[in-house]
């Protein structure tokens, strides 16, 4: 078993490496989908979904046979593919059969996230090769507790005009930058065309897209007080701008500094993980938003992987951090 998995994982890399360049989206055009992405694990993911739609583009729902093969590249110990219609019915699910020719629009996660809603609204979007992430939390089959699951998903449409959306899910994706600054735009635009009221209350909701792989929307004033704040929402006004890393770098202040002479801003600074005694990179990314004529801050902040090539650069920081 432990070979045939490694045979597996060959696989996928070879895949991200076929696909390094670009991955075709419709015959002689090509898109590059993996560049925006750092980690080998999420090109992995996206090249499987990517060739899941090229193959139904071709073969129709004759592909779903395919995908439910035990031990090939579709279907395996590391991952599956699904596929669902824009109504909300389950065309092919590998791992749980019964689902399929069954409305689960009504699906949603631990949270009460609307999983499927979420998953086929990216087959709604105008684009042909529309395609989107959803994080949702789930309990893992071989795990004791509940986690967060990250899926790819990809608009298709079959030779015969049938429109469906194919996905596939990882529980062990590592938060990538463009997971956290598309939230933090999709918020800001939330925030800009519907007003504090309801955007506030969407950034506090748990089952929205705001709340997503232990990370969560906040937003400041100009001046760097709370307004929407999860991780302390009985703490409202909290100054933040007197807030210091773990080698007494002002993030916040430095987050306001840049937003004052642009739209957006990227923050490092150092903070320990929980449990941890050292400390880990974070990143900070946020917009500024004006809203009836008040300046607003809408941000969000994650721990970055760190790969053992970057320990230098880490202690270079450390001797020497920002600001």
């Known amino acids: 078993m432990t070979s045939c998995r490694s045979v597996l994982k060959a696989t996928l890399v070879m895949l991200v490496a076929m696909a390094a360049w670009t991955v075709s989206v419709g015959g002689l055009g090509a898109k590059d989908v993996l560049s925006p992405y750092a980690y080998s694990d999420t090109k992995a993911l996206v090249s499987l979904v990517e060739e899941a739609a090229a193959l139904i583009e071709r073969a129709g729902e004759d592909a779903f046979k395919q995908f439910g093969q035990k031990d090939s590249r579709w279907f395996n110990e590391d991952s599956y593919v699904f596929v669902y219609a824009l109504d909300g019915v389950c065309a092919f699910h590998p791992i749980t059969p019964d689902l399929v020719g069954k409305n689960v629009m009504a699906l949603r996660d631990l949270n009460g996230k609307p999983i499927i809603r979420e998953i086929t609204d990216i087959g709604r979007k105008p684009e042909d090769d529309a395609s989107g992430w959803v994080f949702y939390l789930w309990q893992d089959r071989v795990q004791l507790s509940p986690g967060w699951k990250s899926a790819y998903v990809r608009k298709v449409k079959a030779p015969n005009g049938q429109i469906y959306v194919v996905g596939s899910g990882s529980f062990n994706i590592k938060v990538e930058k463009i997971f956290v600054e598309r939230r933090v735009q999709s918020a800001a635009g939330l925030l800009a065309s519907a007003g504090k009221d309801e955007a ?35 703490m409202a006004g909290r100054d933040l701008s007197e807030f210091r890393d773990a080698v007494g770098f002002y993030a916040i202040r430095d987050v306001l500094k840049k937003l004052a002479q642009g739209d957006e801003a990227r923050v490092l600074y150092l903070w320990p993980k929980p449990g941890a005694a050292t400390p880990s990179r974070k990143l900070i990314y946020a917009r500024k938003v004006v809203v009836g004529g008040e300046t607003l801050v809408v941000g969000s902040d994650f721990f970055l992987a760190t790969p053992i090539w970057m320990k230098a650069e880490d202690s270079a920081w450390l001797r020497n951090p920002p600001g």
């Open 200 to 234: 506030f209350k969407q950034f506090q909701d748990p089952a929205t897209r705001f709340v997503f792989l232990d990370s969560y929307i906040f937003v400041l004033d100009a001046k760097g007080h709370t307004l929407v704040d999860p991780a302390f929402p009985t």
